[in-house]
């Protein structure tokens, strides 16, 4: 019988806070503005409460499987215990689409924002300078890397409260109103896969729980924490920013301009100007909500590859640690390979809106899991189960098939796209996926 390989524990709670919010909080300096001239500051809002209550209900269920089966695989190794082969690998390739597609695009914007000090040098050798650097301090260990995205988070919230503390002030309630349904109540639905943005890859905490202390406990505290804290900081961003100027200041740079991926210096601009120094702060500081977000999916998306690779849904050469340092250091190379490919087609947009398909179809298995277990092994231990009966898991399952119904319908070519992605491994994979059992290593 082969060893099987595995992970080193030394996560606490206070470190996978500071990897839960680090993984999502890139998302409340870009993107989610996106969603405003379709929704509107109404349409925004309504749906953002929607995707609130999607991820509090699914973070709760989530927590439950998490400290049942505490393996570094998250969705993947739930949905094999829960229903095979089959469900694992759609689930877990879902899971891989998030954690590929969403690092290039968060790379891309790392790029544009250190070309503004270094006009110079081509955005794209310093995106993939990101890329390199943080893959070899995933390598080195996860104790280091984790207390490295602890310390980038940290940054990246103060520069949030101070944003908010600099633009609340000014807030209007009459600027905030203005224009609040543009397209109607349609819009508002569409907006929807705009605001899961504000909350995208916050799941990842449950893919070091192989690495985690006390994994029953602390996944708990780290999961709990750190949506509280993105909860707050999401209400802070979406008020202070709009409040400002009206919700069109936010989204165009110039008037008839393109839309911008830049709302919140935007924001202090028309407060400040752009020589003065809370816009030149929030550019620099800045770039510490995009490596916290960039470095942290880095990491989860490595263990998923691993448990991909660890099953034998992958080549058996992604679920090697490495010796010394052991870490994932195969499924970060690979990964890190894939994301500066992705990184070269410049297609930005895209890769988010995969990653989300991603995401969405993460959360509905999830919940089918859930369920599935809940009913197969009623007496099974869980150290942690979710509140109030079933409510909370049936509430984020029906919200995750809304809004993965209207992401698809408003990117039907990308929608094939993730499709022919996730039948793509069927052939290599065929094996394993119509045996009764992934073969434990």
């Not at 500066?340 to 087609?345: D, E, K, Q, R």
Request: proline residues 6%; hydrophobic residues 55%; contains cysteine.
């Amino acid at each position: 019988m082969e060893e099987k390989e595995e992970l080193n524990r030394s996560l606490g709670p206070w470190l996978l806070w500071g990897l839960g919010v680090g993984y999502v909080i890139s998302g409340m300096y870009f993107g989610w503005n996106l969603g405003l001239p379709v929704g509107g500051t109404l349409g925004l809002g309504i749906a953002t409460l929607l995707i609130i209550l999607l991820y509090v209900c699914f973070s709760f269920s989530y927590t439950e499987l998490a400290c049942m089966i505490p393996k570094a695989g998250g969705a993947f190794d739930y949905a094999k215990e829960a229903l095979g082969n089959r469900w694992a690998y759609l689930v877990g390739t879902a899971q891989l689409i998030e954690f590929l597609f969403a690092p290039p695009a968060i790379a891309a914007a790392i790029g544009a924002y250190f070309s503004l000090f270094l006009p110079g040098i081509d955005p794209v050798w310093i995106s993939i300078f990101a890329y390199l650097f943080f893959t070899a301090l995933n390598i080195l260990g996860v104790k280091s890397a984790a207390s490295f995205e602890l310390g980038v988070t940290i940054l990246a919230v103060f520069e949030l409260l101070l944003f908010s503390g600099l633009t609340l002030p000014s807030f209007s309630w009459e600027k905030f109103s203005l224009d609040p349904l543009p397209n109607g109540w349609s819009g508002a639905l569409a907006s929807l896969p705009f605001a899961v943005w504000f909350f995208l890859a916050i799941e990842g905490v449950a893919n070091v729980a192989e690495e985690t202390k006390d994994p029953q406990k602390n996944i708990l505290i780290g999961f709990g924490s750190a949506l509280g804290t993105l909860v707050l900081l999401c209400a802070l961003v979406f008020f202070s920013s709009v409040g400002v100027g009206g919700w069109q200041m936010i989204v165009y740079s110039v008037p008839g301009g393109p839309a911008s991926d830049y709302p919140l210096p935007l924001a202090l601009r028309k407060l400040y100007g752009e020589t003065g120094w809370a816009f030149h702060l929030l550019i620099t500081i800045g770039l510490f909500g995009l490596i916290a977000s960039f470095h942290g999916i880095i990491l989860a998306g490595s263990r998923a590859s691993f448990e991909f690779g660890r099953a034998r849904f992958l080549p058996s050469f992604f679920g090697k640690v490495h010796p010394k340092f052991k870490t994932p250091a195969n499924a970060l190379l690979a990964n890190t390979a894939f994301g500066i490919g992705a990184l070269l087609t410049g297609k930005t947009a895209e890769l988010i809106t995969l990653s989300a398909f991603g995401a969405l179809l993460l959360y509905l298995g999830s919940m089918i899991s859930f369920f599935v277990l809940r009913r197969k092994q009623p007496d099974r231990e869980r150290p942690f189960v979710v509140p109030g009966r079933l409510w909370m898991p049936a509430i984020a399952l029906m919200l995750s098939v809304l809004v993965f119904a209207v992401t698809a319908w408003q990117h039907p070519r990308l929608f094939a796209v993730f499709v022919l992605i996730l039948l793509s491994g069927i052939l290599w994979a065929r094996k394993l996926l119509f045996a009764k059992r992934v073969p434990e290593l």
